[in-house]
């Protein structure tokens, strides 16, 4: 921390010297803190099994806490393999009894409910997103939150209209669905997740990331209240060996999972020789290619956005920027000189750009990874922020000057750290771009229309933005090729994941 | 110096305890019209027909015609064929061929796609009765040969009809919530591993490494240990029949020893493997993950699900080898 403190103080001098615009106190925001008193977070959370709270049989509960004050929010049920045991036969007993029974036409209904509740709780659940994971208010809140909501909303449609979506050939569900989340979007991860799945006719098992339960538990809530058969939809919080517990249970016909691709390969190899089925969303380290010719404070809006929303805690980032050589210097000044007004903070300010780092142990990591970088010989700049006394922070931070092999141009950093490097011709731009064991994503800045559609088709990656970058929605296909996983989420495409499509 | 081992070893074990009745010279049929040429069977591999690199070969028994049976026998192959038994290094070979092909074969439209898979139909067609043959001389009756040889062409016909029809059922314009045109369209995965069930020898592995080509994929199909002089005469007619070399390639040898290295293979991207041994089944799929590949790995189906224009052919054949991709843009001015 004193090491990146002192870089960042050092740039603050630099700032007056190197930055195209001075705005002096102009940045200056007055705080504009979201109120949390209108909130109900439970002093402690069991698991949501069968449709009732139950505590866990370990005994066992564990602290979530805020990132970016490290208090304490709620104590949270740890599931261990008789509780999953438990959350995966009610699953079963409510799939053969109630889900698979009931008119598709019923069960889109009960989605939709979910859909409208979300909506209705959307401050709050904004909020405690905010609280519990650490991201900018204005990024749960117009972000997450209503990209929850409509992923709900738009699977319930399906529900009855499944023999449309792959005609001429039958469908089936597959039963009971396990799937495992992570940190980085706690409640629009839980709704791929969820909505799919229940649209399909499947019941689920769900475990979220142990650092941010508390929305998903708060879906549980209203699912509750939704008044779903009991048994449909089972919450098991816990950590890694919750999640073991979750994947490799007997009786679960499909395992889905959002993480790691270190982890998703365990599963991957825990799944081997069974009849499970099983989609992996995982990491990736994405390029955004930036021709001479794009319209340049447009793209720098673009590699902001690429690589700072949500921290950088996005399996799709853009941490790898590719200038073109001709205009990189002038990229890379345009990139300073956007980053000395990024406002680092109070994740429920409403001026915040940048919140917290989701835990200590990502800050370590990402830590590591900078120290790498720099050992390596690339050059660090870090934006001029001032990082508050308690949390975890991370100044947004780019190198120059790193060659491909670096560590920070090939390892999936999952922080606010992005990666300049340069190419000559748009054949070097593709090459560099694939050269990676990732393909999830990869973004284009050019105004030639015809080379948007050439790269598009050369690069090996699952969701290509031409012009724009993080964009979402659940119309719209998402998920990797190579080791960024299979299988899709969103879409008529991403129903495929839980269903038997003959 | 392998080969000369077991040759000595298989004489010993021949060996006869020679007495006053033996001849000394073995039955000899001296009606023989003309001597034949038999054919040297070789793996194929980026178009070109090649022996295992290492050197090795296994054997397999044809069935001739029984000694009462009227018909002339045409095959020319003697009883015993020498099949190349490919190496860990053969399966890289065809795997980097396969890895060169790929661009070349993605490039080419739908509609070339199309053609070239229908014109191997009419190669396959036109060597019918050598197909028929090879599958007799294997062991299969010949009313069941003539089936699988026909159903093997009308799969072929089938494939090369939704070359360039499996986009538009598959892609997809998504309507976003926002000033955004955004579409989502199948892509190739890229080199695809096949493991083609040991029954039925033909009709097995046209129908796994079809849906693969056609999709755009390139494969390295290993072939039934059983029956692999059909797979090579198969060989033989993708290799008059247009198809790029290095598109499908066909590997001989033994399942055991040759998916390790396929599942392995971190340019191997897929796997559609059938086999009966679900030890093997779980390695590949344990081995797969190192890369995470897409592996799909089945209990063989029966000849009559085979043979099934619904169960053994179809859209999701071609679609759990492709790839969706999403392209976003701004709409506006």
């Known amino acids: 921390m004193s090491q990146s403190l002192m870089k960042a103080g050092s740039l603050e001098v630099d700032r007056k010297v190197e930055a195209a615009l001075d705005f002096g106190r102009a940045w200056d925001y007055a705080p504009a803190p979201e109120a949390t008193d209108h909130v109900k977070i439970e002093p402690r959370y069991g698991l949501f099994i069968g449709g009732r709270w139950v505590s866990p049989r370990s005994g066992k509960y564990f602290p979530t806490i805020s990132p970016s004050t490290e208090q304490v929010l709620a104590e949270v049920a740890e599931a261990n ?146 008044e779903l058969p009991p048994g449909v939809v089972n919450i098991v919080t816990g950590a890694g060996e919750t999640g073991a517990a979750v994947a490799n249970h007997p009786d679960v016909n499909k395992v889905a999972f959002t993480g790691s691709t270190e982890v998703g390969k365990r599963i991957q190899r825990a799944l081997a020789g069974t009849t499970k089925r099983l989609t992996l969303e995982l990491g990736g380290k994405a390029a955004n290619i930036v021709f001479a010719d794009a319209p340049l404070d447009q793209a720098v809006e673009g590699i902001v956005n690429g690589i700072y929303f949500n921290q950088g805690h996005v399996c799709c980032a853009g941490s790898r920027l590719l200038v073109e050589e001709s205009v990189h210097d002038i990229v890379v000044r345009k990139l300073r000189d956007r980053m000395q007004t990024l406002r680092l903070g109070d994740p429920l300010d409403k001026n915040t750009d940048v919140g ?94 015809a080379k948007i559609f050439h790269l598009a088709t050369k690069l090996k990656a699952g969701v290509i933005w031409g012009n724009t970058y993080n964009k979402f929605d659940p119309s719209s296909p998402f998920g990797g090729y190579k080791e960024s996983g299979f299988g899709r989420e969103g879409g008529r495409q991403g129903l495929a994941a839980y269903l038997e499509v003959e | 110096m392998a080969e000369k081992k077991v040759r000595t070893e298989t004489a010993t074990a021949d060996a006869l305890p020679r007495s006053a009745e033996t001849a000394l010279l073995k039955p000899w049929d001296t009606q023989k019209p003309r001597v034949s040429v038999a054919k040297a069977y070789k793996m194929f591999v980026n178009g070109a027909f090649v022996r295992s690199e290492s050197g090795r070969y296994f054997q397999v028994k044809g069935q001739k015609e029984k000694d009462d049976a009227v018909v002339v026998d045409v095959d020319p192959d003697p009883e015993t064929v020498n099949i190349p038994r490919g190496s860990r290094k053969d399966v890289r070979d065809a795997v980097l061929a396969a890895k060169n092909a790929l661009g070349g074969w993605q490039k080419r439209t739908a509609f070339n796609r199309s053609q070239i898979l229908y014109r191997l139909a009419e190669v396959m067609e036109s060597r019918k009765a050598e197909l028929v043959q090879s599958l007799v001389r ?196």
């Open chain 1, 81 to 226: 393999a008789q509780d999953v045991d438990d959350a995966v036969k009610a699953a079963r007993e409510a799939y053969e009894k109630y889900w698979s029974k009931l008119r598709p036409a019923d069960r889109a209904k009960y989605i939709f409910r979910i859909a409208r509740a979300i909506q209705e709780k959307s401050r709050e659940l904004a909020i405690v997103e905010s609280m519990d994971g650490g991201k900018p208010i204005k990024e749960s809140r117009d972000v997450d939150i209503p990209l929850a909501a409509a992923h709900f909303f738009y699977h319930a449609g399906w529900a009855d209209k499944l023999d449309y979506a792959f005609q001429g050939r039958k469908v089936r569900p597959l039963g009971v669905a396990g799937q495992i989340i992570p940190w980085n979007f706690p409640l629009l991860m839980a709704a791929w997740k969820i909505a799919p799945a229940l649209a399909c006719g499947n019941t689920v098992v769900l475990k979220p990331a142990e650092t941010t339960p508390l929305t998903a538990l708060m879906l549980a809530k209203i699912i509750e209240e939704a």
């Open chain 1, 356 to 449: 917290a780092i989701n835990s200590k142990m990502q800050l370590e990591k990402i830590r590591e990874l900078v120290a790498a970088g720099e050992a390596e010989g690339a050059e660090r700049f870090s934006a001029p922020v001032k990082i508050p006394e308690k949390g975890f922070w991370f100044p947004p931070t780019f190198f120059t000057g790193a060659s491909q092999s670096c560590r920070i141009a090939r390892e999936e950093i999952f922080g606010p750290v992005l990666t300049v490097m340069t190419f000559r011709t748009p054949e070097e731009a593709i090459e560099k771009a694939n050269n990676t064991m990732y393909g999830l994503s990869a973004g284009i800045w050019t105004d030639k229309g």
């Open chain 2, 138 to 333: 294997s062991g299969v009756p010949d009313v069941a040969a003539v089936r699988e040889v026909e159903a093997s062409i009308d799969r072929a016909v089938f494939y090369a009809g939704f070359a360039d029809k499996y986009f538009s059922l598959l892609a997809s314009q998504n309507p976003v919530a926002g000033p955004h045109f955004t579409f989502s369209i199948p892509e190739p995965m890229g080199v695809i591993g096949v493991v083609a069930p040991e029954r039925p020898s033909l009709l097995g592995l046209v129908s796994t490494v079809l849906p693969v080509v056609t999709g755009g994929n390139t494969c390295v199909a290993l072939a039934s240990t059983t029956d692999p002089r059909t797979a090579i005469l198969w060989s033989e007619c993708i290799a008059t029949s247009d198809m790029p070399g290095g598109v499908v390639n066909v590997l001989t040898g033994f399942p055991k020893e040759l998916c390790p290295p396929l599942a392995k293979h971190r340019e191997v991207i897929g796997i559609d493997a059938w086999l009966v041994d679900a030890d093997l089944r779980k390695a590949i799929e344990t081995d797969g993950a190192d890369n995470v590949k897409r592996v799909k790995t089945h209990v063989p189906m029966d000849i009559e699900a085979w043979l099934d224009e619904r169960k053994g052919q179809g859209l999701g054949w071609i679609e759990r080898f492709l790839e969706t991709k999403t392209v976003w843009h701004p709409v506006g001015v």
